[in-house]
């Protein structure tokens, strides 16, 4: 596991930026129990005795105390920080150290010791890396393959942005969901995303599929950075174009006053007009709640997006 020591400044891009208004008073459907229970803790140390580190608690997700007190934990390996430096990310930002050799074993015994019966596995940008960390990530899915042969996998890679032949290392790997954000509409990139560029993330979702036609895709979007629904119903379209399978929206958070700001609150029934639209274009499952993440209820979601393409075959 690689990290930076506790006085270096977590985004040192950001901090002579201007502060950014916070929105205060979150609504009530946005408001969570602080995590707490006998099982989060219980969870918690698996991840320290095994060394990990958790897009959890790194993102600041506000469902950790829930996923956690289930032993449902998402990995991210390749370190805690970043190349990047997104907008609205709260992944360190910086210089990452070398790939841990372990990484790829303390995972799948971490995954063992959980009795996952899905993993999440994510990880930062690694652009200093020639593949992108593509090969690391390979060796994580088949190490947790080996020792938890019932155990479906579900990767968040990055876009591998200029890293030829990275994808196909991770697809060939075989896990069962690639998933690869998009995260917000193209005319947002350059303020939300601007080290990645939106049609080289919905062309590795078609990569995925040119490679592996039978992989179950999926992509995320979150709602409330100032992106209106005929933006939003377009990006739907564009991933219907790639075959992506499964869609997630949520709603957007700001980490701290030096990211992006909410642009406002998206209702819940704002959500379910978003879902009832993308089912309607053809997505097999979509998630869309203002708490929904990618890796949130990823077990459960994976279940009923088999059924579902069993069920459009069947027709």
């Not at 997104?86 to 303390?106: M, Q």
């Not at 075989?174 to 919905?202: I, K, Q």
């Not at 036609?213 to 209106?228: I, N, R, V, Y």
Request: proline content about 8%.
């Amino acid at each position: 596991m690689t990290s930076l020591p506790d006085d270096r400044p977590r985004h040192p891009e950001k901090a002579h930026r201007p502060d950014q208004p916070v929105r205060r008073g979150k609504p009530d459907w946005l408001r969570v129990k602080a995590p707490n229970s006998p099982e989060y803790a219980a969870t918690r140390k698996i991840m320290r005795d095994n060394r990990l580190i958790t897009v959890c608690e790194e993102a600041a997700c506000p469902n950790v105390g829930e996923c956690w007190a289930k032993g449902h934990a998402t990995m991210m390996i390749m370190g805690d920080t970043c190349t990047r430096a997104c907008a609205f990310c709260n992944v360190r930002t910086g210089l990452p150290g070398p790939l841990d050799v372990l990484e790829p074993a303390n995972v799948a015994s971490a995954v063992q010791k959980l009795g996952l019966a899905h993993v999440v596995i994510t990880s930062v940008d690694r652009d200093d890396l020639a593949d992108g960390g593509a090969a690391h990530f390979a060796s994580v899915i088949r190490a947790v393959r080996e020792e938890n042969p019932a155990t479906s996998i579900e990767v968040l890679t990055p876009d591998f942005l200029r890293k030829p032949g990275a994808i196909a290392q991770v697809v060939e790997a075989r896990p069962d969901v690639y998933n690869h954000n998009l995260e917000t509409v193209p005319r947002l990139y350059p303020g939300v995303r601007p080290g990645a560029r939106y049609f080289s993330s919905l062309r590795l979702l078609q990569q995925v599929k040119e490679i592996d036609p039978a992989m179950f895709t999926k992509s995320g979007l979150m709602a409330g950075l100032g992106e209106s629904r005929e933006e939003m119903l377009q990006v739907m379209d564009d991933l219907r174009a790639a075959d992506v399978d499964f869609l997630t929206i949520g709603q957007y958070l700001q980490p701290s006053v030096k990211h992006h700001p909410i642009d406002r609150f998206v209702t819940p029934d704002e959500f379910a007009s978003l879902a009832d639209a993308a089912y309607a274009k053809g997505f097999l499952m979509v998630s869309a709640s203002p708490l929904t993440r990618s890796s949130y209820h990823a077990g459960d979601d994976f279940i009923r997006l088999r059924a579902a393409r069993l069920a459009h075959l069947g027709r």
